[in-house]
Antibody, heavy 125, light 107 residues
């Protein structure tokens, strides 16, 4: 059974750094046809992709947020960590981690087939 | 980066109606287009991948088509449990992009 679970602070202050952890089970972070992304959703707004880490440790980031984001993984712990620096109230959102899978003919172009429940992070002083 | 647009942004239809949502990419993405359903307070759920492939367990009233820059998502007979926001998503050159979403409700 595949599961993903986000953990981290529910409240951060402006200018602080946010660190979120995604703990996965039911699959390996070293699986060549899988990866993990972080995606967020401000209240009442659309989904916004933030960052992705591939099985070979290659990383990719949202162009608009690249300077503030770092994604990493610990395969032995089945965890993917996202850090976002210089938090602002506009970063208030539900943050999801999601597993990306791809078919043998489409990799690395993939789809998010499993999602965590999401964690609401509020940025306020 | 490739930009995604969806239309309409919202729609209201009756139970049993055929519902169609379109998604357009700013450049050719072949058939690498996915569709998700998100109900209030819940995580998104994958419905269609690679433009037209139905995810396991998803009812057959959902379907997708298209290639290149223009894609269509269809609910053949709208059910009350289909009330949700629907998003398209693509991947190109290390960047994933979601469309702005289409909110579907019952008339």
């Amino acid at each position: 059974q595949v599961t993903l679970k986000e953990s981290g602070p529910v409240l951060v202050k402006p200018t602080e750094t946010l660190t979120l952890t995604c703990t996965v089970s039911g699959f390996s972070l070293s699986n060549a046809r899988m990866g993990v992304s972080w995606i967020r959703q401000p209240p009442g707004k659309a989904l916004e992709w933030l960052a992705h880490i591939f099985s070979n440790d290659e990383k990719s980031y949202s162009t608009s947020l690249k300077s503030r984001l770092t994604i990493s993984k610990d395969t032995s712990k089945s965890q993917v960590v996202l850090t976002m620096t210089n938090m602002d109230p506009v970063d208030t959102a539900t943050y999801y981690c999601a597993r990306m899978s791809c078919s043998s003919t489409s990799c690395p172009r993939g789809y998010f087939d499993y999602w965590g429940q999401g964690t609401l992070v509020t940025v306020s002083s | 980066d490739i930009q995604m647009t969806q239309s309409p942004s919202s729609l209201s239809a009756s139970v049993g109606d055929r519902v169609t949502i379109t998604c357009q990419a700013s450049q050719d993405i072949s058939n690498y287009l996915n569709w998700y359903q998100q109900k209030p307070g819940k995580a998104p759920k994958l419905l269609i991948y690679d433009a037209s492939n139905l995810e396991t367990g998803v009812p057959s009233r959902f379907s997708g088509s298209g290639s290149g820059t223009d894609f269509t998502f269809t609910i053949s007979s709208l059910q009350p449990e289909d009330i949700a926001t629907y998003y398209c998503q693509q991947y190109d050159n290390l960047v994933f992009t979601f469309g702005p979403g289409t909110k579907v409700d019952i008339k």
